[in-house]
């Protein structure tokens, strides 16, 4: 068995998990949530959106055909809902555990002008504020900008813009909240995680990252899960350092173990593209990596590359 990390933040590589039925394709996995009983939700690109296992990878059930043209986000709630981010369409919806759609933001298929500030261009992530169910929205291919809405949806505030300063954003990927209601973005081209107050007041950054895609706080641990998705050039994909990885962080900024960060790779212990990341009642990681997209410019790239990957806590 092949394993990452050290000490208390060892993992082993549970290679294959995920049951797919036969002649059934991830494409890939944008997000991944976790309910309450430890099933596996993983929101993808294929024809099967959104595709649900049991903790052991048994298939349960799919749903979201025709509804998701390009899965980005999933955010899970305590209430047994779920936000689903997608930038294809330029909404976000709120769901069932089931698939049901309660409410929808934003207007299918139609976007915001381009850096206009107003939701949503190409929208990427949801965090909610678990002290009063407040949500926030990263918008963050079309627009550099976060959304402040109250639990029915209804808009607050928004704050940010394009750029590198305090505040400002260079891709606005993915968003979380932490017990008291911080609010981390991960700011991915600018290489950092920018942290604000409840009302969009910058504090503090997190930088020496590899472009932060994949946002995960344990409210009980404080521990932040960061899925970096590496160099951003052909010449340096092997190179060592700069991810592809997964980086467990403290709520101070420190770095708390660093997972893979050994070059871009489809061996098992290596990744390729993290671009969801996600943990379960055991603090098992759950990484879903955007590898078709990231591969497809290769000229052999594989025909199903790996997509999704269970990292299983040791000890």
Known sequence: MVQLGAEQYTYEIAEGWGNLPDGWKFKEVAAVGVDANDNVYAFNRGEHPMIVFDKSGNFLRSWGEGVFPRAHGITMNPDDTMFCTDDGDHTVRKCT??????FTLGISGQPAPFMSGDPFNRCTHVAVDPRNGDFYVTDGYGNARVHKYSPDGNHLFSWGESGTGPGEFNIAHNVCTDREG???VADRENHRVQIFDSNGKFETQWTNMARPCGLHINQETGLVYVGELGAAIGANLAATGLGPRISIYNTSGNVIARLGNQGEGFDTGKFVAPHGVCIDSRADIYVGEVSWTHTRS?????DDPRTLQKLVKKG
């Open 97 to 102: 555990l089931d698939g049901r759609v309660l």
């Open 182 to 184: 911080w609010v981390y």
């Open 298 to 302: 290769y000229s052999n790239p594989p």
